[in-house]
């Protein structure tokens, strides 16, 4: 895959991730990096970012890895999806996410996410599973 067909599948981010504010920061086969400024749109009762919000962001990181690792032909979709909520990430703070294969086979790929404050601790780990399919109409 060439740079300019890596960096079109990985910017091309689906509607649900803008609506969320979801920014690529870089793209790479073996690292995807992210980011999301964390709203009270965002946020739980307790005005720091909802679980839901920050599994989204892990989600959409890891099918966006999948999709830059994938032979032509392929698509994916998330078979299995673990998170570890470590600490909250407040309302103004910045949620930066950083994904990482841990195996990326001809079938499945399984990536982790990193999801960190602004002050660079970890809030969520998040280990995902994605299966390789071949999309029929």
């Known amino acids: 895959m060439t740079r300019d067909e890596l960096d079109?599948?990985?910017?091309?981010?689906p509607a649900f991730a803008q609506l969320l504010g979801f920014r690529l920061v870089s793209a790479e086969?073996?690292?995807?990096?992210?980011?999301?400024?964390?709203?009270?749109?965002?946020?739980?009762?307790?005005?720091?970012?909802?679980?839901?919000?920050?599994?989204?962001?892990?989600?959409?990181?890891?099918?966006?890895?999948?999709?830059i690792n994938l032979p032509e032909g392929k698509t994916t979709t998330t078979l299995e999806s673990k998170t570890n909520f470590l600490?909250?990430?407040?309302?103004?703070?910045?949620?930066?996410?950083?994904?990482?294969?841990?195996?990326?086979?001809?079938?499945?790929m399984v990536w982790q996410t990193t999801i960190s404050r602004g002050d660079g601790k970890p809030a969520a780990i998040v280990t995902?599973?994605?299966?390789?399919?071949?999309?029929?109409d």
């Open 128 to 136: 995902q599973t994605q299966i390789v399919i071949e999309w029929r």
């Open 29 to 67: 086969p073996d690292e995807v990096v992210a980011e999301l400024s964390v709203t009270e749109d965002l946020a739980n009762r307790n005005g720091v970012m909802h679980g839901g919000a920050l599994m989204a962001m892990a989600d959409n990181l890891g099918g966006t890895a999948t999709m």
């Open 8 to 13: 079109r599948i990985a910017f091309d981010q």
């Open 87 to 108: 600490r909250p990430i407040r309302i103004g703070d910045t949620a930066r996410a950083r994904c990482v294969p841990l195996h990326k086979g001809r079938t499945t």
